[in-house]
């Protein structure tokens, strides 16, 4: 994990938003980068490590500094969706259970950031992916802008005109829109699932199609626009696949489906955020609370 979240990223930012956006932040993974990435012996109240609340605060002071978004959401969730779970056995399944030290911090971690004068929502049952998603279409049928902040390629899939993935690189703020999308996996935003389907996704335990990788995943979704297009191709016969390739998919077809709705975002409908400013009277009290002293006397000072 990258240490950078202990001072938030620098004030380079590459192409912001011309308008103020809406940030919405993905706060498991990055209550998850910062407890990784700063030292636990950051102790505040009744003794016990603060590394991630204070990397995740600070990450976002500094996100929020650069951006001056309209409104932030911080979006929570749970750690696998049950509905995932049930399609899918092995979603999830290789990931270890969350430290205890990190476990009190995510507990504390809603009520810090809603002193903070931003929205707080938790997706329930589903997980904070679904929640951001939400969330970038409740604003663009607004026509509004959405920035969301995540590590997450799945979020490719939310990306269009008015919505953008802001990634955390070093000290740097990096934006992914449509043509970045198109540049690092070859497809369309809206082809992301179909993508992760057949190309497979580690992290999340989805193992895709037999001997497809990134580049033929790809081309196959260019050439054909979809999974099930292809599928129905492999299906059909003929000259379009090698029979190799089409065997492979004919026999993979159920779980090639599978494997999709997995990687599909669930399509919810929050209320739009309204406009919010930091708190920082609240924010410092809070952050006092914890016993992140430095971190208010931040706050307090506008820095």
Not at 182 to 202: C, S, T
Not at 214 to 226: E, I, P, Q
Not at 242 to 263: G, I, K
């Amino acid at each position: 994990m990258n240490g950078a979240a202990a001072d938030g990223p620098s004030a380079g930012v590459e192409t912001p938003p011309a308008v103020a956006p809406l940030l919405v932040v993905d706060a498991p993974w990055l209550l998850y980068r910062s407890h990784f990435g700063l030292p636990s012996s950051i102790i505040g109240v009744e003794g016990r490590p603060v590394n991630a609340l204070l990397g995740m605060a600070n990450a976002l002071l500094g996100v929020v500094g650069a951006l001056k978004p309209r409104a932030v959401a911080v979006c929570f969730g749970a750690e696998d969706a049950a509905h995932r779970v049930r399609l899918f056995s092995g979603y999830h399944a290789a990931r270890e259970a969350m430290p205890p030290a990190l476990a009190w911090q995510f507990a504390r971690a809603p009520e810090l950031f809603a002193a903070w004068g931003w929205t707080v929502a938790n997706a329930g049952a589903l997980e904070a992916d679904d929640l951001l998603g939400a969330y970038a279409e409740v604003e663009s049928a607004a026509a509004g802008d959405t920035v969301i902040l995540t590590a997450d390629r799945d979020m490719y899939q939310c990306v269009e005109e008015h919505t953008r993935v802001l990634h955390l690189k070093g000290g740097e703020l990096e934006f992914v829109d449509v043509s970045g999308v198109e540049a690092r996996y070859g497809i369309a935003p809206a082809q992301v699932p179909d993508f992760i389907a057949l190309r497979g996704d580690p992290s999340d335990g989805i193992p895709g199609a037999p001997g497809i990788g990134a580049k033929t995943a790809a081309s196959l979704l260019v050439r054909f626009g979809s999974l099930e297009a292809l599928l129905a191709a492999a299906d059909a016969g003929g000259d379009d696949l090698r029979p190799r390739l089409a065997q492979t998919l004919c026999d993979h077809a159920e779980a090639l489906r599978t494997f999709r709705a997995v990687a599909t975002l669930v399509p919810i409908h929050p209320d739009r955020p309204p406009d919010a400013v930091l708190d920082v009277a609240a924010a410092a009290a809070a952050a006092d609370a914890l016993g992140l002293g430095q971190l208010a006397g931040r706050l307090r000072a506008g820095r």
